[in-house]
């Protein structure tokens, strides 16, 4: 038996090389141009948004109840001190700085108390989130009593003008 060559001729092998060359092209240009719309794609939009307003948070005298379990006592170790805040505002805020605001003074029926030696020392940086109402918050060891006070400030219960700053 004969074999026999079957030749293929050269216009057939550059036709099909064009073939595959302008299906490369084609496909290059294709996946090319999706890359680049894809890469270039720009769109608008509107979005709104409202700011609530802080409302001034309040401290207030504390109540019966309110009332820190430790005292103070000439020279001795710092006391507690409590505050009712009111947080008006619908969303909780943090507590951002104390500071004493004004003359510690003594309630009325310890009038002769005139050296009540009371000092008020807050925390450098609380960390204290007040939600929406009215909170206590204890500062704990931040009221002293110097030597300096009269024995007339015995049972005395003393006010401490304290500012807030909060932040949301």
């Given amino acids: 038996m004969r074999r026999q060559r079957m030749r293929v001729g ?19 240009v294709l996946t090319a141009g999706a890359a680049y719309a894809y890469f270039t794609a720009s769109g608008a939009g509107a979005g709104a948004a409202n700011a609530n307003t802080l409302q001034a948070v309040t401290v207030s005298a504390v109540v019966g109840g309110d009332a ?14 409590i505050l009712r805040v009111n947080n008006p505002n619908s969303f909780s805020v943090r507590l951002y700085s104390l500071a004493g605001n004004g003359a510690v003074t003594v309630d009325v029926s310890h ?18 989130t007040l939600p929406s109402g009215s909170s206590l918050v204890h500062l704990a ?26 932040r949301t």
């Fill in 10 to 28: 050269r216009s057939t092998r550059i036709a099909r090389s064009r073939r595959f060359a302008l299906a490369a092209l084609a496909a290059l």
């Fill in 68 to 81: 820190p379990a430790s005292t103070l006592s000439p020279g001795g170790p710092a006391a507690d001190v």
């Fill in 111 to 128: 009038s002769s108390c005139t050296t009540p030696g009371v000092t008020f020392t807050p925390p450098s940086s609380p960390n204290v």
């Fill in 141 to 166: 060891g931040a009221a002293t009593m110097s030597t300096a006070s009269l024995s007339a400030c015995q049972g005395a219960t003393f006010t401490i003008p304290v500012t807030v700053t909060v």
